[in-house]
């Protein structure tokens, strides 16, 4: 792979089809980027705290601090094998959670929530008809009355995008049956110019920049359609209508849209939403003629992820029902509907949940601890695909918080005990407690370890969540023992127990059988528009009523801040 003037090793790696964990955008403070030069010694040092004396001499370099200068010759150390950077996505699966309480994956308790129906009538908002010995599509969202051609002989496909800040979905769908073809899934090529939003936009608030940015994207994007095409045995020009959910700045970058002014008062929006668009505003490899849906976006923060999302609650948009809804993510949304009145608000929670910004975090991958069950003296660990343990992904981290609070590794406050304090532990649970760059530590396996500093990083996420839920609760004039239906949205809930979230104080007391797992939603909700164009016009309509809340300016929302920040003391624990 030859490397392009001042690149960094991490980028060249990049192209060379390697997705590394780069976090902190390539500043060389995260240490997510580690790999092995030959012939160290030729090869400058990239010091960090995480690279020891002896691992420096044997060749061990951050890759986001190297600009090749001459020939390299690169080893990249375990877990960035293809099977290892599989991306782990889709919806809920009612067969693999059903082990027992104890076993092997640790879930039980789980609820499932069951997606609205589109009464067995497929409405698609295209058409395809004969007329005279050829075929055309006519396409029924109100832009346009032209008719483009379409080849006999080929099969009518619509095309399901979830355009997420870290992971790309996308789902193939017959717009004669409504079958689900083929779903599949990559990183966000994006994610080397940062993990959040917030670095996303200052990147791309340059013509530069944004160009940039929006071709990373349409290339990941076009990437996906060739593969999804390719399993499932179509031509790219066979997909006439595409419906894409994501927040509002991947789809702002994505359309070539200056994302600049959703990164300061007053937040405007300057993509148009709740309609159709020509396949050139998005640049996608589909049916020249095809339309590209986008969901009403309702705020800056609140994208038409979310509002796609809400058609896999319908219960949100009933005045007869309390529903608190939460997606969780780096960017948190969260949606209260009662007394008539539906609420909208997000949250800067942090990368915590996804994997990011923890010692040892990684993304939900082959290997990475999901679940975490105390099981008498001690405390089991559970890997995706049972494979031994090198990090650990959201689920992970909150089991894990729940399991040493419970033990009593750590107290309400936060505080982890250090190795002098833990005589009192029960079980082998004293040995596993240690120190881990001068800090309280727990010691997961082998070189995966759970530190104090990683327990202030779960507070700080989940005090900003719970935060948000109890401001909007006070807003639509409830407490959380009316609340009839939580749901929890993403990826983040795939190997979660609710008592969990309610022991961490992640959700309110006594909430916790109330929760639902409902999956991807933005994946389904655009799923379910391709399928029917009434559920666009039904939220179109519906997402009129919903009202953004503004949370992070009130005067109440920091005293609640701090007031979260403690895990409940009086929680059930068992």
């Not at 530069?208 to 399993?231: H, P, Q, T, V």
Request: charged residues 25%.
């Amino acid at each position: 792979m030859r490397a392009r003037r001042g690149e960094s090793l991490a980028d060249v790696l990049y192209r060379a089809g390697v997705d590394m964990d780069t976090p902190c955008n390539g500043d060389g403070i995260c240490g997510k980027c580690l790999v092995c030069v030959e012939y160290p010694s030729n090869t400058r040092p990239t010091p960090h705290k995480d690279i020891s004396h002896d691992q420096h001499e044997a060749g061990i370099r951050l890759a986001c601090q190297l600009t090749p200068k001459t020939d390299m010759t690169v080893r990249l150390l375990s877990g960035y094998t293809e099977e290892a950077h599989r991306i782990l996505e889709g919806d809920q699966d009612p067969d693999f959670f059903s082990c027992e309480s104890g076993g092997e994956g640790a879930v039980a308790g789980r609820r499932h929530l069951p997606v609205m129906e589109s009464e067995n009538r497929i409405s698609p908002a295209v058409r395809v008809f004969l007329e005279g010995d050829r075929y055309f599509c006519r396409y029924e969202d109100g832009a346009t009355e032209e008719m483009k051609k379409f080849r006999k002989g080929k099969a009518a496909m619509g095309l399901a995008i979830d355009l997420g800040t870290t992971t790309l979905v996308a789902t193939l769908v017959s717009l004669k049956t409504g079958r689900e073809i083929s779903t599949t899934s990559s990183l966000n090529p994006q994610i080397r110019y940062g993990h959040d939003v917030v670095r996303r936009i200052q990147y791309a608030s340059t013509p530069e920049g944004l160009e940039e940015m929006s071709l990373a994207i349409r290339e990941g994007l076009n990437y996906l359609i060739d593969e999804i095409c390719e399993e499932s045995n179509i031509t790219a020009e066979e997909i006439l209508d595409v419906v894409i959910g994501g927040n509002t700045v991947m789809l702002q970058i994505a359309a070539g849209i200056d994302p600049a002014p959703l990164g300061e008062v007053p937040f405007t929006v300057g993509i148009e939403s709740g309609r159709a668009y020509p396949v050139s505003t998005f640049g996608l490899a589909v049916h020249p003629g095809a339309r590209i849906y986008v969901p009403p976006v309702l705020h800056a923060y609140v994208g038409a992820d979310i509002s796609a999302g809400l058609l896999v609650c319908p219960e949100f948009f009933s005045k007869e029902v309390n529903t608190l809804f939460i997606d969780v993510g780096t960017n948190g949304e969260i949606g209260v509907s009662a007394n008539g009145r539906f609420l909208m608000s997000s949250t800067a929670a942090g990368p915590a949940f996804e994997g990011m910004g923890i010692s040892s975090g990684m993304r939900a991958r082959i290997g990475a601890v999901e679940a975490a069950n105390v099981n008498g003296p001690d405390i089991e660990i559970y890997t995706i695909g049972n494979a031994p343990a090198s990090g650990i992904c959201g689920s992970g981290i909150i089991d894990l918080t729940a399991a040493l609070f419970k033990t009593g590794v750590i107290d309400a406050s936060g505080r982890m005990k250090r190795p002098a304090d833990a005589d009192a532990l029960p079980g082998t649970m004293a040995g596993r407690i240690g120190e881990k760059d001068g800090a309280a530590a727990f010691h997961v396996s082998d070189d995966v370890w759970f530190t104090q500093e990683d327990v202030r990083q779960v507070q700080l996420a989940k005090s900003a969540i719970r935060a948000a839920i109890d401001i909007l609760l006070a807003e639509a004039g409830i407490g959380p023992e009316k609340l009839e239906n939580i749901v929890l949205a993403g990826g983040f809930g795939y190997s979660l127990r609710p008592q969990n979230l309610e022991i961490i104080g992640f959700i309110p007391p006594g909430t916790a059988e109330k929760v639902s797992f409902a999956g991807n939603t933005s994946r389904i909700g655009c799923v379910m528009m391709l399928k029917s164009v009434q559920f666009r016009r039904f939220l179109e309509e519906k997402m009129k009523q919903v009202r953004h809340v503004s949370i992070e300016t009130r005067p109440d929302f920091m005293e609640k801040y701090v007031e979260e920040m403690e895990f409940p003391a009086d929680v059930d624990r068992n």
